[in-house]
């Protein structure tokens, strides 16, 4: 499938983009891997700031982030303003709850004493379907970056335009370059991303037959979450 914006109701190609090359795929990750490096030691609150931020815009520009979402996957504007707001609630909610979600787990052992701590993995590849273009990227994106985490993007090919908006929002609210990236990649090319060193995990949301018949092997090489089939419940 070609990555393109084609208006769901005409059938009529709007806008088309080039795949990444493997070279700049490469590139890409490696500018994942050093943002990590330096965004993991960011405190909380910075996170939280940032987050805050992000929900603001969400807010601000929601007219013309639903826009985008009408023009390429075909949803009423109204509920597609919808969608940018409970984006904004999302991003919120992790902004308040993220550190207490994280915080140390006192466990009982023989030891003075034991706990449990959470730590960032490192960068997450998220793959990502058209049906809430924006919502589906954010409700992982959100705790993804919150716990200190950097986030690789690759959506669904006929929604080329909202991903890159999403990307263009979290530089807009201050993430460091490199936190968020998209990948304007087709689906052969996600296996190849999944297996580099450089990806601590992924997010899959999708039927799990589905990601094996795409080759990505999700699950055998790096920690899965799974929201199989349960995201527009």
Not at 4 to 15: D, M, Q, R, S, V
Not at 55 to 83: D, H, P, Q
Not at 100 to 119: G, I, M, N, W
Request: glycine share 6%; aromatic share 8%.
């Amino acid at each position: 499938m070609p990555i393109a914006t084609i208006n769901p109701a005409t059938g009529e190609t709007l806008k088309t983009f080039e795949q990444l090359s493997d070279a700049q795929i490469d590139r890409k990750l490696q500018i994942a891997a050093e943002a990590f490096s330096k965004y993991r030691k960011s405190s909380f609150a910075e996170r939280a700031r940032l987050m805050q931020r992000a929900a603001e815009i969400l807010e601000g520009k929601k007219e013309k982030f639903a826009r985008m979402m009408t023009t390429e996957m075909g949803k009423t504007f109204r509920s597609a303003v919808e969608e940018a707001v409970k984006c904004a609630w999302a991003c919120r909610f992790y902004a308040e709850n993220g550190q207490a979600f994280l915080a140390d787990e006192v466990v009982a052992t023989p030891a003075t004493r034991s706990y449990v701590r959470y730590q960032p993995l490192g960068p997450v590849l998220a793959v990502m379907p058209w049906n809430y273009p924006f919502w589906q990227v954010i409700r992982a994106a959100a705790p993804i970056l919150t716990a200190g985490n950097v986030m690789l993007l690759k959506h669904a090919s006929n929604v080329p335009q909202c991903a890159l908006l999403i990307e263009e929002l979290f530089r807009e609210a201050g993430f460091p370059e490199g936190v968020f990236q998209t990948l304007l990649i087709g689906s052969p090319k996600v296996e190849a991303v999944l297996g580099d060193s450089r990806v601590a995990a992924a997010t899959l949301t999708g039927s799990e037959e589905k990601s094996e018949e795409g080759g990505f092997g999700i699950g055998r090489q790096r920690p899965l979450h799974r929201d199989a089939e349960r995201q527009a419940r």
